[in-house]
Structure formats: C-alpha cells, structure tokens
C-alpha cells in the first residue's frame, strides 16, 4: 500500500531552520518525481517544491527559493525538505505527494509554525 509520512514539524522563531521529512513505502520510490506541497489557514495548497527520480534535479517556488532546499535519499526511500531562514509566512501544513498508477498520494501532513 502507498504511504507518505511527513515529520518534522513544529514551532520555530523567525530566522530559524527545519528538516521535514518524508518516508515513503509502498511503490518502487527511485521511479517517482516527488513534491512538498504547503497549505496555510484560509490559502490555497501552494506547490513549494520538486525532485526529480535521482535527485539531479529540482524545483523551487519563488516564495522559498533561496531559502528552502529539496533532497532525497533513495536508499532510504525518503524525502527531504531543508528550511532555513524561516519567516512566519512560511507557518503552514506541509504535505509529500506523488502520483502513482493513475493516482495522487498525499502524507497527512506535518505542521510547521513560525512565530513573530
């Protein structure tokens, strides 16, 4: 069965940094683009950002671009998401996705709150 779990979130100061993490099960992970994705209180889900199977390859939204870095581990069939320099706009539930066998995967989410 496809599993996405997130963690790593919670409450950090303005300026700080975290690691989310993402550990995926239930599919060959190395096959798959995989995505972070935030939604914030009232907004809309915002794409954050993307990497390709191997890891040679990402993207980055404008809003997190410079601050924010994608990674993956595929030996460990998990999924990285670095923030640094973390401003209370970034307060948001943070979601891995994936689209498998016709099918979009979400984690639960992780909550990231950034105070001010």
């Known amino acids: 069965q496809v599993q996405l779990v997130e963690s790593g979130g919670g409450l950090v100061q303005p300026g700080g940094s975290l690691r989310l993490s993402c550990a995926a099960s239930?599919?060959?992970?190395?096959?798959?683009?995989m995505t972070w994705y935030r939604q914030a209180p009232g907004a809309e889900r915002e794409l954050v950002a993307g990497?390709?199977?191997?890891?040679?390859?990402?993207y980055l939204g404008s809003s997190v671009k410079g601050r924010f870095t994608i990674s993956r581990d595929n030996a460990k069939n998990t999924v990285y998401l670095q923030m640094n320099s973390l401003k209370a706009e970034d307060t948001a539930v943070y979601f891995c996705?994936?689209?498998?066998?016709?099918?979009?995967?979400w984690g639960k989410g992780t909550l990231v709150t950034v105070s001010s």
């Open positions: 996705h994936t689209y498998w066998g016709g099918t979009d995967y």
């Open positions: 990497i390709n199977t191997s890891g040679g390859s990402t």
């Open positions: 239930g599919f060959i992970f190395n096959n798959y683009y």
